[in-house]
């Protein structure tokens, strides 16, 4: 069976970076999401740099305002709704037909810490497509062996959604090399995302389960939300 791969780029754009980032998909002609933080959109050059990937036919995703602090460690309703709709405003008319938002993990780790409940009600009430990932080769920590790593993760999974960064010190470098290598292995690339990597969509629960909530996810899921 042909293995599958997804890339996402989080935490630019980065001026001096993300356009690189740019040629190096262009070559491929890969189809990638960019997760941008709303903070590094107020830097100049920023919003060129994610309207070059909107227009070259990237999707653009939310992921979050600061960057800073789980939704599950600061659990307010405001917290939610600034850092999740001041970055959407941000990326305007760039967004996707279903706005696509990722939370910040720290360091890419998955548990209870990633949601609160009020996060999750945001989420589902201006219908997010809600995205995690499964695969996280740690680029921005480890520089070289970032590489291996990410062609052993995914060569192990039917179809992988690699969490890369278009940051100072990110995938950059070693990137052309791994699309060389992800290409010459016959994976093929995909733009969308494994199913069971979408935890809401139009305004529903789709896979998102009691242990990515603080709190867990009882009666979040009610049928006049969905209607
Ligand atoms: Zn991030």
């Known amino acids: 069976m042909t293995r599958r791969v997804t890339l996402s780029f989080d935490n630019g754009p980065t001026p001096g970076i993300t356009e690189g980032v740019l040629d190096c998909l262009d070559r491929h002609a890969i189809k990638a999401t960019f997760f941008?933080?709303?903070?590094?959109?107020?830097?100049?050059?920023?919003?060129?740099?994610?309207?070059r990937a909107h227009a070259a036919g990237h999707w653009i995703g939310n992921h979050?305002?600061?960057?800073?602090?789980?939704?599950?460690?600061?659990?307010t309703e405001a917290f939610a709704r600034g850092e999740i709709?001041?970055?959407?405003?941000?990326?305007?008319?760039?967004?996707?037909?279903?706005?696509?938002?990722?939370?910040y993990g720290r360091e890419g780790r998955i548990g209870s810490h990633l949601f609160s409940r009020a996060s999750v009600s945001?989420?589902?009430?201006?219908?997010?497509?809600?995205?995690?990932?499964?695969?996280?080769?740690?680029?921005?920590?480890?520089?070289?062996?970032?590489?291996?790593?990410?062609?052993?993760?995914?060569?192990?999974?039917?179809?992988?959604?690699?969490?890369?960064?278009?940051?100072?010190?990110?995938?950059?470098?070693?990137l052309p090399a791994l699309l060389d290598r992800l290409v010459d292995a016959g994976l093929r690339f995909e733009q969308d995302f494994p199913p069971d990597m979408?935890?809401?969509?139009?305004?529903?629960?789709?896979?998102?389960?009691?242990?990515?909530?603080?709190?867990?996810?009882?009666g979040l899921s009610s049928p006049e939300r969905s209607a």
């Open 64 to 75: 979050t305002l600061t960057h800073s602090v789980p939704f599950g460690e600061q659990p």
């Open 122 to 174: 945001h989420l589902l009430d201006h219908r997010y497509r809600t995205v995690l990932w499964n695969a996280v080769p740690g680029d921005w920590r480890d520089p070289v062996g970032w590489f291996d790593t990410c062609l052993a993760q995914v060569t192990a999974r039917d179809w992988s959604l690699v969490v890369l960064h278009d940051i100072t010190n990110g995938c950059l470098a070693h």
């Open 85 to 103: 709709d001041e970055t959407e405003a941000l990326i305007g008319d760039c967004a996707c037909p279903e706005k696509l938002f990722r939370p």
């Open 36 to 51: 941008v933080i709303g903070q590094k959109l107020r830097v100049p050059g920023a919003v060129d740099l994610m309207r």
């Open 198 to 218: 979408v935890l809401t969509e139009s305004g529903r629960i789709a896979r998102l389960g009691d242990e990515l909530v603080t709190g867990g996810i009882a």
